[in-house]
């Protein structure tokens, strides 16, 4: 029995509950149609997936770890992160703990050159969707230029005069309260104080702390309004006068959230094994005598066996920059690249059911029906703020489905050439190498003075290969320190490919 867990997230304050309630639904149809068992949920309510600082997602990571379920369901891999770093290392994390992470929207097949190929068709696909994106964002410049209101929240302070956003009268003298105060330097918690005491709310109850943090970091209140590195000082009146605003800001530099830990990544973790007694090498950390931190890959017969190996300790960052640069010269040949694009190709031209695209077709009826319903309650008088709110949400849904339909028909219908495939295989060298490298390299065994490569897949076996082939004779002076002072020594590499199973 194959059993999963469901991860869900949403971030803005124009989604809602009903956000959720969409990507649990779709995650167990997934679940269905694959025969998964669902163990648990996990949800994150208004959490950005820019960091990892989220309850339940670090909940979720660290219960990974009991080897209770196999698999993570997202209903978009945005969903788990949108964060880069942040996504290869606790994929790195899910996968060492033996957990595969799913994507219930986006069909990624599970091979080497799938993986490759939905990048690939991704990437073509999006631009079919950046001319809708690149027409509102003009729109919405020029409604930022005419000084009109977009939508959406306003800061304390304001409210909204036919299409301007106007001062709110009412509110006026608290935000100069609020930034005089603390620009004379009250702590924000006493500011909160006097302000209840005074009988001033927001919303009923008493500010919060990051409410009155945020009031005062706003450059609005100075009547500047910054969006996509442009600046528009016709949107807001000023409220707070510039040199009250720079007291306040020199006295913010503090960083009242506190500091975050990051743990070290070792990118070559569970590819790398002894080339003498065949343990599997592992992270290691130790301190010099200056008490510098120094982080290491370390043969696990010699730490956890001692059965008297001789591989000795390499440093990390020596290691994996070798490992990079070497195995991005092999596939950056023109053989190697030769025989991808020709399993890309290959991959490309098989036939296959667009499922995805299925789904939100339906989803988007779904929505429209349900905007209908409330179109006819409109137009019977039940207009309130709920039903206004729950239109804009419903109208934004439908947007990002048609988004999402024009993408996933892009896959379907593009057939990307031979030569945007190369382009695009040698962009992922430079930019994604980690990826290429993950899904193609089967093991990488290591000596005192030479590396094995292995790669998983035959795709990079030519038709008279009997199996396995010396690609590279590669020899360079490297560092290896298993003391202060690191020694000097040749290494040479060499690659071979698994013959077909």
């Known amino acids: 029995m194959k059993t999963a867990v469901i991860y869900a997230r949403y971030s803005s304050d124009s989604q809602t509950e009903q956000s959720i309630e969409g990507q649990l639904r779709v995650c167990e149809e997934f679940a269905q149609r694959n025969d998964l068992v669902i163990l648990n949920t996990y949800i994150d309510r208004a959490m950005t997936g820019t960091n990892d600082n989220r309850p339940d997602f670090q909940k979720m990571i660290k219960e990974s770890s009991n080897h209770e379920?196999?698999?993570?369901?997202?209903?978009?891999?945005?969903?788990?992160?949108?964060?880069?770093?942040?996504?290869?290392?606790?994929?790195?994390?899910?996968?060492?703990?033996?957990?595969?992470?799913?994507?219930?929207?986006?069909?990624?097949?599970?091979?080497p050159e799938g993986i490759i190929l939905e990048s690939l068709l991704e990437g073509m696909a999006e631009y079919y969707s950046a001319e809708l994106a690149q027409k509102v964002k003009r729109g919405m410049h020029e409604t930022r230029l005419k000084g009109n209101y977009q939508g959406g929240g306003l800061p304390y302070g304001y409210k909204i005069d036919g299409?301007?956003?106007?001062?709110?009268?009412t509110k006026e003298d608290i935000v100069k309260y609020i930034f005089k105060q603390y620009a004379m330097g009250k702590f924000v918690r006493n500011i909160?104080?006097?302000?209840?005491?005074?009988?001033?709310?927001?919303?009923g109850k008493p500010f919060a702390?990051?409410?009155?943090?945020?009031i005062l970091k706003n450059e609005r209140y100075?009547?500047?309004?910054?969006?996509?590195?442009?600046?528009?000082?016709?949107?807001?009146?000023?409220?707070?006068?510039?040199?009250?605003?720079?007291?306040?800001?020199?006295?913010?530099?503090?960083?009242?959230?506190?500091?975050r830990s990051v743990k070290t990544v070792y990118l070559f973790r569970n590819k790398l094994v002894c080339g003498y007694c065949g343990k599997p090498i592992s992270a290691?950390?130790?301190?010099?005598?200056?008490?510098?931190?120094?982080?290491?890959?370390?043969?696990?017969?010699?730490?956890?066996?001692?059965?008297?190996?001789?591989?000795?300790?390499?440093?990390?960052?020596?290691?994996?920059?070798?490992?990079?640069?070497?195995?991005?010269?092999?596939?950056?040949?023109?053989?190697?690249?030769?025989?991808?694009?020709?399993?890309?190709?290959?991959?490309?031209n098989t036939p296959k059911t667009n499922t995805n695209l299925?789904?939100?077709?339906?989803?988007?009826?779904?929505?429209?029906?349900?905007?209908?319903?409330i179109m006819l309650a409109v137009e019977q008088g039940v207009v309130n703020k709920t039903t206004n709110n729950r239109m804009k949400e419903l109208e934004q849904q439908i947007e990002d489905i048609e988004r999402q339909i024009l993408v996933e028909r892009s896959k379907t219908l593009i057939k990307i050439s031979e030569k945007d495939i190369r382009k695009f295989y040698i962009e992922a060298l430079k930019l994604e190498p980690l990826l290429l490298i993950d899904a193609l390299i089967k093991q990488i065994k290591l000596y005192n003075d030479k590396v094995e490569i292995t790669f998983n897949?035959?795709?990079?076996?030519?038709?008279?290969?009997?199996?396995?082939?010396?690609?590279?004779k590669n020899k360079m002076k490297k560092i290896i320190q298993n003391k202060p002072e690191p020694a000097l020594i040749d290494m040479s590499v060499e690659f071979y490919v698994q013959p077909p199973k």
């Open 69 to 111: 379920w196999q698999y993570v369901i997202d209903y978009k891999l945005d969903r788990f992160s949108r964060n880069k770093y942040e996504t290869a290392k606790y994929k790195k994390v899910l996968k060492d703990n033996g957990v595969k992470l799913l994507s219930a929207m986006e069909n990624i097949p599970d091979t």
């Open 163 to 169: 299409r301007k956003i106007v001062i709110d009268e």
């Open 358 to 373: 299925n789904m939100l077709v339906k989803s988007k009826k779904q929505v429209e029906m349900t905007l209908n319903n």
């Open 222 to 259: 100075i009547g500047k309004y910054t969006k996509d590195n442009e600046v528009y000082t016709n949107m807001f009146p000023r409220i707070i006068d510039d040199e009250t605003f720079a007291k306040v800001k020199a006295r913010s530099k503090v960083n009242h959230y506190g500091k």
């Open 209 to 214: 702390v990051n409410t009155i943090y945020g």
């Open 284 to 348: 290691e950390s130790g301190t010099t005598r200056l008490g510098k931190k120094i982080n290491y890959y370390k043969c696990i017969g010699i730490k956890k066996y001692r059965n008297n190996c001789i591989k000795e300790t390499i440093r990390q960052d020596i290691l994996e920059e070798y490992l990079l640069n070497t195995i991005i010269t092999e596939l950056s040949k023109q053989k190697v690249q030769d025989q991808i694009v020709k399993k890309l190709m290959d991959l490309q």
């Open 457 to 472: 897949t035959p795709t990079l076996q030519s038709p008279n290969d009997k199996g396995s082939f010396l690609m590279l």
């Open 192 to 203: 909160i104080e006097e302000l209840t005491q005074k009988g001033i709310y927001k919303n």
